[in-house]
């Protein structure tokens, strides 16, 4: 019964389809006003539904769980620190995590594994672990705008400025961008950061909680825009939150 109804939050909070979060480290400093009544608050309820009495799980405070190392989930995709960020975990332990990965992928050659920081820049001492497994492996950071005027109200993360050039810069063939939680931003300027990067896919979506976090939103002729013009690039866009998003 704990494992249903823990599966059932975590399917409510997902991310990505077709994905399953793989939290042998969890936890994040960067205190987005987004994040706390979606992440946080699922992390703390499937910790207590599983009756553990893990404080730094309850509390979203950045660690390590070793004892997961051996549990990487069944799915196509494996959404790594999924409830967190790598940006906040040891070096050491994180390539404990990629020995992991590589060891799985020679029994399960499809699987995908993401990798996603609001910190690009920390995966770049990751790249050369990780180049043995390259086709297997997609980096992610998440774009909510490319303005960086009053973002430090929004989260303690790098400006979006300095988060699109760290990712832009990696050396790495298999790149997502998210644009979820979508804020206001400049049309031709947030195309032309999505055109530099290349990414494969590009997720876009309104806040999943506005009940409960007011964000400054784009109007939804902007967002169609948006989408219609990433999708003339050759790119896939992924919608989220679509009961939001009807055209009238």
Known sequence: MVEELGEKLKKKSRMYERTKTWNSALGCTY???????????????????????CSFCLNYVPHEHPERLNKIPSAPIIFVFGDGDITHYRPEFVRQVIARI???????????????????????????????????VILLTTLETN????????????????????????????KIVTIEPVMDFDLDAFLEWIKQIRPEAV?????????KVSLPEPPKEKFWKLKEQVEQLGIEVKLKNTDRLARK
């Not at 876009?204 to 009940?211: K, Q």
């Open 31 to 53: 205190q987005c006003i987004y994040c706390k009544p979606s992440f946080q608050e699922t992390v703390a309820r499937f910790t207590m539904l599983s009756g553990s009495n």
């Open 102 to 136: 590589k060891e799985h992928v020679k029994r399960c050659p499809c699987k995908l594994f993401y990798f996603q920081s609001k910190n690009p820049a920390c995966l770049q001492q990751y790249l050369e672990d990780l180049h043995s497994i390259e086709k297997n």
């Open 147 to 174: 303005r960086d005027v009053g973002y430090k109200k929004i989260s303690k993360a790098p400006p979006p400025s300095k988060r699109f050039k760290d990712f832009q810069t990696l050396n790495w063939k298999r």
């Open 203 to 211: 997720y876009l979506g309104y806040n999943s909680r506005p009940e």
